[in-house]
């Protein structure tokens, strides 16, 4: 499976940006995939996943959703209230069995959307 992230740019305090991940190459609903970011000089942290259920950092919880169009073999991250602090790199990854907050469990890796939010 291959991946491919978009929909990053530059968004005010408060406003909304969707993120998608396109995966070819292989089913992404057999995969659980996990959206992580990674502000500037950090290390890469874990955002929320989704398979059967959806599960979110208490960073982004109530703020965040995830979705899926099997259909287009795409996976979705909604974005509100966003706040300066959400500003980083937004990778997508994936890994076929069981799910993990470490990004070093995953090896399937989408290429990266830069999200800046402004204060």
């Known amino acids: 499976v291959q991946l491919q992230a978009s929909g990053g740019g530059l968004a005010q305090a408060g406003d909304s940006l969707t993120l998608s991940c396109a995966a070819s190459?292989?089913?992404?609903?057999?995969?659980?995939l996990s959206w992580f970011r990674q502000a500037a000089g950090k290390e890469r942290k874990f955002v929320g996943f989704?398979?059967?259920?959806?599960y979110y950092d208490d960073s982004v919880k109530g703020r965040f959703t995830l979705s899926r169009d099997d259909a287009k073999n795409t996976v979705y991250l909604q974005m509100n209230s966003l706040k300066p602090e959400d500003t980083g790199i937004y990778y997508c990854?994936?890994?076929?069995?069981?799910?993990?907050?470490?990004?070093?469990?995953?090896?399937?890796w989408g290429q990266g959307t830069l999200v800046t939010v402004s204060s």
């Open positions: 989704i398979m059967r259920r959806t």
């Open positions: 190459g292989g089913a992404l609903s057999a995969h659980i």
């Open positions: 990854a994936a890994r076929p069995d069981s799910f993990s907050v470490w990004s070093y469990d995953y090896s399937i």
